[in-house]
């Protein structure tokens, strides 16, 4: 897991696939691309078996394009549709247990900063609402009471997509599913508040409405949670298979919850909020309201 890897022995250059040659000569490692610059440099996930439209897929791709420093970088991965794209995935990912992520990330972030005690090893775990909210929440909770300096990312489908359509405890009240036929009997849990409530430092909340700004917390989420402490990401992706909605609708339906339930939200302590100006990743508060003004 470092730049090195990339590197191919020049007797073997003439044997390489084309797509790695390619990631080698284009792709991101080492070079702090971004998700404005996709369509510009070679992807490390282009292709996936997720379904047309997928709106996970979508913030899937915007995420992994982001990483500060992707050779650096281990994903956790659990059970759900979003383990399925990681054998596309040309980045070092872990596949879990599910429910088990936040555990097994705790253990690979603790093992890196032994193994590596002067380099920055990012560990960013990447789940469904089943997997980080109801099956893995003691996992999620504890490793955020814990202080572990990771982050995580849940994509709230609002419902287990995977296995056809059974609620979460993030569907929301009264809401019927294909498995689940007799109504959401309880209110969709508030992670983010929990996140903030166990100590995670730095704590967004937004949807595909919006990929760029995916981009961009996820940037904020992993170089806080190098220095000072556990951060937290959750994006609504509406699942148009589940839904039983044209997949083309399904960035408009992320659009309409924005402004009726699922609005951009971000939480940092001051600690997170000094760190992340001194690098530069976001403008100091005074200046940001003058500029939103302006
Ligand atoms: C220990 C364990 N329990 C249950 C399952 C069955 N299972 C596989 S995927 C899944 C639902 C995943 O839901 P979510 O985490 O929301 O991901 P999504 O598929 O919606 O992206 C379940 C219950 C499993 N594979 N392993
Ligand atoms: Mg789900």
Same mark, same amino acid.
């Given at each position: 897991?470092?730049?090195?890897?990339?590197?191919?022995?020049?007797?073997?250059?003439?044997?390489?696939?084309?797509?790695?040659? =390619?990631?080698?000569?284009?792709?991101?490692?080492?070079?702090?691309?971004?998700?404005?610059?996709?369509?510009?440099?070679?992807?490390?996930?282009? =292709?996936?078996?997720?379904?047309?439209?997928?709106?996970?897929?979508?913030?899937?791709?915007?995420?992994?394009?982001?990483?500060?420093?992707?050779?650096?970088?281990?994903?956790?991965?659990?059970?759900?549709?979003?383990?399925?794209?990681?054998?596309?995935?040309?980045?070092?990912?872990?596949?879990?247990?599910?429910?088990?992520?936040?555990?097994?990330?705790?253990?690979?972030?603790?093992?890196?900063?032994?193994?590596?005690?002067?380099?920055?090893?990012?560990?960013?775990?990447?789940?469904?609402?089943?997997?980080?909210? =109801?099956?893995?929440?003691?996992?999620?909770?504890?490793?955020?009471i814990r202080g572990e300096k990771i982050t995580t990312v849940m994509f709230d489908n609002e419902l287990y997509a995977n296995t056809g359509g059974q609620e979460s405890g993030m569907t929301q009240f009264g809401t019927v599913r294909n498995m689940a036929p007799t109504g959401?009997?309880?209110?969709?849990?508030?992670?983010?508040?929990?996140?903030?409530?166990?100590?995670?430092?730095?704590?967004?909340?937004?949807?595909?409405?919006?990929?760029?700004?995916?981009?961009?917390?996820?940037?904020?989420?992993?170089?806080?949670?190098?220095?000072?402490?556990?951060?937290?990401?959750?994006?609504?992706?509406?699942?148009?298979?589940?839904?039983?909605?044209?997949?083309?609708?399904?960035?408009?339906?992320?659009?309409?919850?924005?402004?009726?339930?699922?609005?951009?939200?971000?939480y940092m302590t001051a600690e997170a909020e000094q760190l992340l100006v001194a690098s530069g990743a976001i403008k100091p508060k005074k200046q940001k309201d003058q500029a939103d003004k302006a």
């Open positions: 897991m470092s730049l090195a890897i990339t590197k191919i022995n020049p007797a073997f250059t003439d044997v390489m696939p084309q797509e790695y040659l =390619d990631l080698v000569a284009d792709g991101p490692f080492g070079t702090n691309k971004s998700a404005k610059d996709l369509g510009l440099f070679k992807e490390l996930i282009e =292709d996936h078996p997720l379904c047309a439209g997928c709106n996970l897929a979508m913030a899937f791709r915007t995420l992994i394009s982001s990483l500060p420093a992707p050779e650096d970088t281990v994903i956790v991965g659990s059970t759900g549709c979003n383990s399925l794209v990681f054998p596309q995935l040309a980045i070092h990912n872990v596949h879990s247990l599910f429910g088990n992520q936040n555990a097994v990330a705790t253990g690979l972030k603790r093992g890196l900063k032994l193994r590596f005690p002067d380099k920055n090893k990012d560990v960013v775990v990447m789940a469904g609402d089943g997997a980080t909210a =109801d099956i893995g929440f003691d996992m999620t909770l504890h490793s955020w959401k009997k309880f209110q969709k849990i508030q992670v983010t508040e929990f996140a903030k409530l166990a100590g995670c430092v730095y704590v967004a909340k937004l949807s595909t409405a919006n990929t760029a700004k995916i981009g961009q917390c996820l940037r904020n989420a992993v170089l806080v949670a190098r220095e000072i402490g556990p951060t937290y990401i959750q994006i609504y992706t509406p699942c148009s298979t589940n839904l039983k909605i044209k997949p083309a609708d399904s960035v408009a339906l992320a659009k309409k919850r924005v402004k009726d339930d699922y609005a951009f939200e971000e």
